[in-house]
């Protein structure tokens, strides 16, 4: 059992019900970042999915960051989770 | 994955990359790569003298946020004796604005700085809520931005500051360039062009006998002011304006971020490229004048906040938009 934390921010909470941190558990024993964004986006967001994904992909404008780390770093959707991971999803695109 | 350390002081994890400059640094030379970047903009373009009254334009957003952390702790380290103010508009929207208002009222505590907020209720005797329901949901955006421009304008003159500051980095910047082209607006596109100053050539050209407008924040990008808030624990106010649909300047922001996705340098780019752009006939300047109702620096004999007061009070608010 895999257990992790996800944090949405900068707006994105309003897609999750208001819900700034979101416990997961995924009964895989190893998953890639994609596949944590597709279980947010059937499982987590209700509606505007398209403010969160478009397409295969994190909408433009997104942040990611694993444990407070770029994802940039960490080769992106090919990440490899580990237990006790903190993803954090943080929208640019609000207000000034 | 190995974590890779910070490119620059190579001791620490990196924890951001800034791809445009070929840089990952830890949080603590993030800090300092932000700090010094706007320093930089704030010294080679003498954005403030010491001791000069500032007027920071608040929202409580991440944008204005930043910018008052950052102008404060820069006025403590460099001992600048600014007088920093924070000034905010209150556009009159219920269920936005005013709460938008309670985090800059935040800021003002935690940051131990003054705050004045100008109403467009005072100014106009008109509300974005009473805007909205006569003229609807198409025109109201330029209703509230010409307005906007003015109250700061009005704010910074009534606490008597010489400078505005505003929060726009460098993805506003390069995203109204792209809009104006796109628009065909060749007379905003030229304005847009920045000087060295952080200043429009249209605001420069005024500023003898008027508020210097500037933007200490025009070199750094929209992800890593996001960032920096972030790993700061900053708080701001994150929500779209109900009013605002933005459609096309979205669809701009939009085609912007995907551009920084696949190439980091577009942002950058963009200014640059409109830097190095003559455009035909923006020459001709308009001459700045006061506004024979309001006496703010205007083009035009009465200026364009009066004139959409005006149709709003004789409740042909949307009409005043097709002139």
Redesign the interface.
Known sequence: MLRIELEF???LE?LTGGNKVVPVEFSEEQLTLDRVIDYIRTNLIKEKHEYFVQGEYVR??I?V?IN???W????KTR??VQQGDRI?F??????? | MKRRLCSHCGEAFANISISRKNKHLCRCCFYNYLEDTVHQTIVEEKLFQPGERIAIGASGGKDSTVLAYVLKLLNERYEYHWDLWLLSVDEGIHGYRDDSLRTVEQNRDDYNLPLYVVSYSELYDWTMDQVVSQIGRKSNCTFCGVFRRQALDKGAKKIQASVLATGHNADDIAETILLNLLRGDHARLSRSNMNKSGMSEEEESCCSNTLRRVKPLKDIYEKEIVMYAYFKKLKYFATECIYAPFAYRGHAREYLKRLERIRPHSISDIIYSLSCLHIKDAEQRQVQQQCILCHSISSQKICKACQLKASLDKGQGISAIHR
């Open positions: 921010g900068g707006g309003s433009p404008g942040l960051l407070d780390v770029d940039e770093l960490e080769g990440y490899v954090t943080i929208s640019t695109l609000h207000g000034g």
